[in-house]
């Protein structure tokens, strides 16, 4: 079976017509049908009905069904050439969201000055959702990642580094920053910021309101962590927010969860399983085994 009978049929399937799809390719109609002809021959099964007087085509059942696997073999083969060609260059790209990379990343830093391998590692920062599918499409080779439960995707190896709580946050001159805790029920009726999807802390959210069948009004969701933190400062609303994103110059009060059903903030290293870059497997076992993460548990 050859390589460019697949894409041909596949662009077929797309345009429904042998003349555009040559036209598409630069190549002859006939080109197009001995083509099909093999893969049928192949099949051993019919995967187009031609219109002659349109010179339209429509996919059979088994055509169907071959469109299928070969939009699949096209975009493994395309997947295969990126994996390939990065072999070639020295980058690592590694993902972190915004609030892990303000934690963690100047401890990584301090930790593997001088480590070669670290020299060559490029930064990527987006929210964890995002960073979880650029793994899954292999634009990325690791990340340090935030899930609400402990992420098990097939091919991708996960190591679990620590667990931290969420903290309602509010500005000091809130009534509520007298208490040191808080149930979700009794936020009922406040106004929250939040982080916009593509973070974990909206999932975390909704799965804290639906466990406790409380739907407090969300009035302004920002990609940003610190403006997050600056809107809460100047009372636009109370927040949601994981215990290691508040800092002391935040001037903001936080207040721990009573209730027993909280979701946790899971952080891992996520990585593809099958990935072949030089240095790759020593950089995870070092982030694995190294000290800096285990002062602050």
Not at 206 to 214: A, D, F, Q, S
């Amino acid at each position: 079976m050859k390589f460019t009978d697949i894409e041909y049929f596949d662009k077929l399937s797309e345009l429904e017509s042998f003349s555009k799809t040559a036209i598409f390719f630069n190549v002859s109609q006939p080109t197009i049908s001995f083509a099909i002809q093999r893969l049928e021959n192949e099949m051993k099964k019919t995967l187009i009905n031609r219109n002659q007087s349109h010179g339209e085509i429509s996919l059979t059942e088994a055509g169907k069904v071959f469109e299928k696997h070969a939009k699949k073999i096209l975009q493994e083969v395309v997947a295969a050439h990126e994996e390939i060609d990065r072999m070639n260059q020295p980058t690592i790209e590694f993902g972190l969201p915004q609030i892990i990379g303000n934690y963690y990343l100047p401890k990584l830093v301090k930790h593997f000055v001088g480590n070669p391998f670290f020299q060559n590692v490029a930064t990527n920062e987006a929210g964890s959702n995002l960073l979880l599918g650029a793994l899954k499409n292999r634009r990325l080779d690791l990340a340090i990642i935030s899930s609400v439960e402990p992420v098990k995707i097939e091919g991708l190896e996960t190591i679990e580094i620590d667990r931290k709580k969420y903290s309602i946050v509010v500005n000091k001159d809130n009534p509520l920053a007298k208490q040191k805790k808080v149930s979700f029920e009794d936020l009922a009726d406040e106004k929250f910021v939040s982080l916009k999807e593509g973070n974990v802390h909206p999932i975390a959210f909704r799965k804290l309101e639906e466990t406790y069948n409380v739907y407090p009004k969300i009035i302004y969701e920002t990609p940003d962590i610190n403006i997050l933190k600056k809107m809460i400062a100047e009372k636009t609303g109370i927040g949601f927010i994981v215990e290691i994103a508040v800092e002391k110059q935040d001037n903001l009060a936080t207040l721990e969860l009573s209730n027993e059903k909280v979701p946790e903030f899971i952080i891992s290293f996520v990585y593809k399983k099958d990935l072949q870059i030089p240095g790759i497997k020593r950089i995870v076992e070092e982030l694995r085994n190294n000290s800096v993460f285990d002062q602050d548990r």
